[in-house]
């Protein structure tokens, strides 16, 4: 049994931050990159950034990057990703996610195998 936790989400005004977490727990070894999608009421869900399971590798969404960096946690088998410089256009409902795969698409949610429940993120302008 896979399941994933995110948390950390909250209010913020435009120009803040905040650090979102990932807590995986189950048959983790499996799993070959976690991502982070978003979805804003009325949109499609959408590819924010990943990284690979060992934590060498990450890959950004160009709406994000230079703003949110995707860490990770090995011993605690947590992903994080730290936002800065939030905008009002970065609000929606964060989701953290579980790849098995092996393709080299990072940013297909159809790729992830596992989701967290996600967790509101609201920027004030």
């Known amino acids: 049994q896979v399941r994933l936790v995110e948390s950390g989400g909250g209010l913020v005004q435009a120009g803040g931050s905040l650090r979102l977490s990932c807590a995986a727990s189950g048959r983790t070894f499996s799993f070959t990159r976690m991502g982070w999608f978003r979805q804003a009421p009325g949109k499609e869900r959408e590819f924010v950034g990943c990284i690979n399971w060992i934590g060498d590798r990450t890959y950004y969404d160009d709406s994000v990057k230079g703003r949110f960096t995707i860490s990770r946690d090995n011993a605690r088998n947590t992903v994080f990703v730290q936002m800065n410089s939030l905008k009002p256009e970065d609000t929606a409902v964060y989701y953290c996610?579980?790849?098995?795969?092996?393709?080299?698409?990072?940013?297909?949610?159809?790729?992830?195998?596992?989701w967290g429940q996600g967790t509101q993120v609201t920027v004030s302008s």
């Open positions: 996610a579980a790849d098995r795969s092996t393709s080299a698409v990072v940013d297909d949610m159809r790729s992830y195998n596992y």
